[in-house]
């Protein structure tokens, strides 16, 4: 688990969970602490590099998406050969249980079409707290990943496309959780800002290698 400077608790009950666990059992928890907030996109991008294993699933503390989705998500990696499968919240066949406020979802909806059209992704949802990558295959996305905030899954997905790694969108079970970081007023512009930033930075040939002219030809997920 990585904790972006929280004040809410949660350090406290990860680090009492961790200390009830038997000293000779296996750790099942392993805390990341940047010390300060530094943006979703900065602590997903720690835990990745930090992370073992063969694959590596990304979810928000809030489970928001259950735990018990995982296998859906996984099929395509293991049966399909995706690298990358991303929940979504916008397939006719997911299930929003709790929705978000209505302004919220509007928002999620523009921030989406722009996402497309800027970009070309053709993705119906990207803001999604529930990942599941090869590890090997984003390793090198993530360490040559700039965007330190809410637009990181962007910058990923972009990424991933000029490497040619399959992503599969997957429908999933959606129950909004209170207690949103989201500024409806500066954390909007500020990710259309960002998805600007990571379109001229791949035109201007600042990803290196895994910039679109250095890619070749693309391979649509």
Not at 124 to 149: H, N, S, W, Y
Not at 162 to 179: D, F, H, K, M
Not at 192 to 204: C, G, P, T, W
């Amino acid at each position: 688990m990585v904790d972006d400077g929280s004040a809410d608790g949660t350090v406290a009950r990860v680090e009492a969970f961790a200390a009830s666990r038997p000293p000779d059992a296996r750790p099942v928890v392993r805390l990341l602490k940047n010390g300060v907030n530094r943006g979703k996109g900065y602590s997903i991008k720690h835990g990745v590099l930090l992370a073992g294993g063969d694959l590596v699933l990304v979810s928000d503390a809030d489970f928001s998406t259950p735990i018990t989705d995982l296998p859906r998500l996984l099929r395509p990696i293991e049966t399909e050969g995706y690298g990358i499968a991303i929940g979504s919240r916008a397939l006719p066949e997911s299930q929003v249980e709790i929705r978000q406020a209505a302004w919220r979802e509007g928002m999620g909806r523009a921030f989406n079409r722009l996402v497309r059209l800027l970009t070309g992704l053709p993705f119906r949802d990207t803001q999604c707290g529930f990942k599941l990558m090869r590890r090997q295959e984003v390793l090198p996305l993530f360490r040559g990943a700039r965007i330190e905030r809410f637009a990181y899954d962007v910058e990923i997905l972009y990424l991933a496309r000029n490497a040619g790694i399959r992503v599969a969108e997957v429908p999933v079970v959606w129950r909004n959780a209170a207690g949103t970081k989201v500024n409806a007023l500066v954390d909007p512009l500020d990710m259309l800002k960002d998805i600007v930033r990571v379109v001229l930075r791949d035109h201007l040939g600042r990803y290196g290698p895994l910039g679109r002219q250095a890619a070749g030809t693309l391979r649509r997920p």
